[in-house]
């Protein structure tokens, strides 16, 4: 069963340019949730998504957006990208019912540093 | 809000024995769950253990174990018979039932195993 993958692993933009990262969940897993970690702030929530509609959001810019397609892959985008954007961003997915908490799979991260 | 709290920013142990790392948390939920986390230094984070907080039975996955005391909103996490494989940082995180899938990590331990 492959896991939840995340492209590209690494990533180097300009302050001001904008970037798209990818996630796909394990099959069968509907849910897709986006995290960032940094040194300074440790793992703060972005946004999850659950059929293609965004369920929860964090406490983040609308500089970050993201979606879910109908083969529950997901796409993160960052625009006008800033020097404190640098971090691991990191993707999980889950099986999810409506009161069930199963938990996440995550994936290996996407490295995103802004020069 | 929910908010957590992990006193222990880096422990260590001798290989073969047992380390608890601790966890408070504070919500005003009656129904959630709770999950320890691994990053080992491959940066993927590796789900150790599930508490549903309705039971009072404490969760066990092979060598891990949690003390799970409801009132005092605590999660400890017990490693018996310590590998080296167990160096990581452990991250504490509650989600609640009911509200999707996410999740409010602490801010971590770091655990060294010495051989």
């Known amino acids: 069963k492959a896991g939840v993958t995340q492209t590209p692993r690494y990533l180097i933009k300009t302050r001001g340019q904008q970037v798209t990262l990818s996630c796909s969940p394990i099959?069968?897993?509907?849910?897709v949730s986006w995290y960032q970690q940094t040194p300074g702030q440790g793992l703060q929530f972005l946004f999850e998504y659950f059929s293609e509609t965004q369920r929860n959001k964090g406490n983040f810019p609308g500089r970050f957006s993201g979606r879910q397609f109908s083969n529950s892959r997901s796409e993160m985008n960052v625009s006008t990208l800033e020097l404190g954007d640098s971090a691991l961003y990191l993707c999980?997915?889950?099986?999810?019912?409506?009161?069930?908490?199963?938990?996440?799979?995550f994936g290996s991260g996407t490295r995103l540093t802004v020069v | 809000a929910q908010t957590v709290t992990q006193s222990q920013p880096e422990m260590s142990v001798q290989e073969a024995e047992t380390v608890t790392l601790s966890c408070t948390y504070d919500t005003s939920e009656s129904d959630y769950y709770l999950f320890w986390y691994k990053q080992p230094p491959s940066r993927q984070m590796i789900l150790v253990i599930r508490?549903?907080?309705?039971?009072?039975q404490n969760a066990t996955e092979n060598r891990f174990s949690v003390n799970f005391q409801k009132a005092a909103k605590s999660f400890s996490l017990k490693i018996s018979d310590s590998q080296l494989g167990d160096a990581a940082m452990y991250f504490c995180a509650p989600g609640v039932a009911n509200a999707g899938n996410m999740l409010t990590f602490g801010g971590g331990t770091r655990l060294m195993v010495k051989p």
């Open positions: 999980a997915s889950s099986l999810t019912t409506g009161r069930i908490n199963y938990g996440y799979t």
């Open positions: 099959s069968g897993h509907r849910s």
């Open positions: 508490q549903e907080a309705y039971k009072q």
